[in-house]
């Protein structure tokens, strides 16, 4: 069994009830278990800041999908939320982004893991840290607690 964990993110509408729901989409996902669910974060845009505050959470799951067959099923569950891409990194409904696949290393066209931006993204570390305080990065080894721990501005408890 593989172990993955996703990021998950919602600024538009009712934010708490997306989440909820892509949630449970993964969990009813074959071949998906949720095994852990972050507390909420309510966290300032990073990137294209002119938008409204997220709530992120991100999750540990255990999975016998490959990597992109884990993608697939993010990208329906964002489009059967209601995900539009109007703007590059602009408001969305949801958003799930893969962080982490066992200890792999993954660059495709369509697939970088880890996550290449994961490290500058409080709103991504905090929580993550928070479900698995032992996760190291496998490109440096390094810890991810010294990373979150730097990066606390704009990221709080919802
Ligand atoms: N705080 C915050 N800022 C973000 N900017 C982008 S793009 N996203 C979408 C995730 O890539 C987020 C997000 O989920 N949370």
Redesign the pocket.
């Known amino acids: 069994m593989n172990r993955a964990y996703i990021?998950?993110?919602?600024?538009i509408g009712s934010r708490l009830l997306f989440l909820q729901q892509a949630v449970r989409s993964l969990q009813d996902v074959k071949g998906i278990k949720v095994c852990q669910v972050s507390s909420v974060y309510e966290?300032?845009?990073?990137?294209?800041v002119d938008q409204a505050?997220?709530l992120?959470i991100v999750v540990g799951l255990e999975t016998s999908l490959t990597p992109h067959e884990l993608l697939k099923k993010c990208n329906e569950i964002e489009a059967i939320l209601g995900r539009t891409r109007e703007i590059h990194?602009?408001p969305?409904t949801v958003?799930l982004?893969i962080l982490l696949y066992n200890e792999e290393n993954v660059k495709t066209e369509k697939l970088i893991i880890p996550h290449p931006?994961m490290t500058e993204?409080g709103?991504v570390l905090i929580p993550l840290v928070e479900i698995n305080p032992d996760l190291r990065d496998p490109r440096t080894n390094r810890s991810f607690i010294e990373l979150a721990d730097a990066q606390t501005e704009?990221?709080h408890l919802w």
């Not at 990021?7 to 600024?11: A, D, M």
């Not at 966290?43 to 294209?48: L, M, N, Q, S």
């Open positions: 990021s998950l993110g919602s600024n966290t300032d845009p990073v990137g294209y505050a997220f992120n990194w602009g969305r958003d982004d931006r993204r709103f704009g990221v």
